[in-house]
């Protein structure tokens, strides 16, 4: 889900962009097709489905969704947008993920165009606006929430509960560990650094401070070496024997197999992971509960770290604007939203929507009473080095043993330090 900009061989985005043509949508008689892009290469049949409720309504228009692998997707969108073989309506990254293709101009604001915007949510309708034009430029289509997963038997068995503190939730990892179970389900190898922030989320977030902390970095009152930041970057340290062993050689899939299988009690991670883990073992009972404060946390009731996820955006090159617009302001409606949500078991963004999931439904409902910003993923991708990017590198060393909790939020300031400017 959360994945840098890369370059891209010329070669490799030539084919990839010949596979795609004709780009901007063709017209078969008084029939237009659109290309929809996505980095979602998993989704295929849930969107056959939900576009073509769209396509019923919409007869004269047809929509041929074209997802590729996400970590090529970027640099195969902001070349194809570049030229005439691009899609029509394009699946954008949030926040600093979107920024460079507003600056190079190749998406149509959506102010005024697609009126139901105006309802959404101002915290998602963040991450589909420019940092410095402040135009929106895509529909969001869903956010995140992070939480601990945790595995309802387990708990039954070993005599737990889900805890109301942050020491029952430490004496809950010890009970789980003397039993032989991991507690923890986390992974910090090589391909999982990037869901390290997001471990630190989940248990740091009071710690720092949540939103209050958040405002005094972007003003300038406070940084990333503020002991309370530090300290929140202990609290991983301090929980790392309850993770799995060596865990910075664990992958993401060791992860979610170690809870599908029962192997491990708790999975700190987003909601993404809801449906995987269940389709991984359909009979498993999971249960959520947000972080309790550890001790000395500015805030003192629990959060819901979240996110906005991403956007549809109409192709400012498309031939076909006019039907691209119409499918964007589809997006906007709780017809897509709700099928959204049952067919990918995902939280819409669109206002109404109701999870079926009652799993998704309490951590939508958690994220409307306490939500947070996911504070680097919001505010420090927009420059380089990508504030998360630092982090996620800095805490997998401090694993290794390689440097300290300090340092790990000295090298973060001194990172972004190079590109951020606070008050801009």
């Not at 945790?150 to 020491?167: E, Q, V």
Request: hydrophobic fraction near 45%; charged fraction near 20%.
């Amino acid at each position: 889900m959360i994945k840098r900009w890369i370059a891209g061989a010329i070669g490799v985005l030539a084919v990839a962009l010949a596979a795609c043509a004709p780009g901007g949508g063709e017209a078969d008689g008084d029939k237009v097709t659109l290309s929809l892009w996505s980095w979602r290469v998993e989704d295929v049949k849930a969107y056959e489905k939900i576009l073509a409720t769209f396509e019923k309504s919409h007869p004269k228009i047809h929509v041929e969704f074209k997802p590729f692998q996400a970590t090529e997707y970027n640099t195969i969108l902001a070349t194809g947008l570049s030229g005439s073989a691009g899609p029509d309506v394009a699946q954008l990254r949030a926040y600093g993920g979107l920024q460079p293709l507003v600056e190079a101009g190749r998406l149509v604001p959506l102010d005024g165009r697609v009126e139901a915007l105006s309802g959404f949510d101002a915290k998602l309708l963040e991450g589909a606006k420019g940092h410095k034009d402040g135009k929106i430029y895509g529909v969001p289509f869903a956010y995140q929430t992070l939480q601990v997963l945790y595995n309802k038997k387990l708990f039954g068995d070993n005599g737990i509960r889900p805890p109301a503190t942050w020491d029952d939730m430490i004496a809950a990892a010890g009970r789980l560990k003397a039993a032989g179970i991991t507690p923890f389900a986390v992974a910090a190898g090589p391909d999982a650094t990037w869901t390290l922030p997001i471990v630190h989320e989940i248990f740091g977030n009071a710690r720092y401070g949540s939103a209050r902390f958040r405002d005094a970095l972007l003003s300038g009152a406070k940084k990333f070496t503020d002991p309370d930041f530090t300290a929140s970057i202990t609290l991983l340290k301090d929980l790392e024997p309850y993770f799995p062993k060596n865990v910075v050689a664990v992958k993401i899939p060791d992860v979610q197999a170690l809870f599908a299988t029962g192997k491990a009690a708790m999975y700190p991670t987003g909601s993404f992971d809801l449906a995987p883990v269940l389709a991984a073992n359909p009979s498993l009972e999971v249960g959520a509960f947000q972080v309790p404060p550890p001790p000395g946390s500015p805030v003192t009731t629990p959060v819901t770290p979240g996110w906005a996820d991403g956007s549809f955006g109409v192709n400012a090159g498309s031939a076909h604007q006019a039907e691209a617009l119409e499918l964007v302001r589809w997006m906007a409606t709780p017809e897509f939203g709700q099928l959204y949500a049952s067919e990918l078991k995902q939280l819409s963004a669109v206002p109404g929507v109701t999870p079926s999931d009652p799993l998704l439904a309490e951590m939508a409902k958690n994220y409307a009473a306490n939500g947070a910003p996911y504070t680097l993923l919001v505010d420090f991708r927009y420059g380089q080095p990508n504030g998360d990017a630092v982090f996620r590198d800095e805490v997998q060393k401090m694993l290794i043993g390689q440097t300290e909790p300090k340092a790990v939020a000295e090298s973060l300031q001194k990172g972004v330090e190079q590109w951020f400017k606070p008050g801009d």
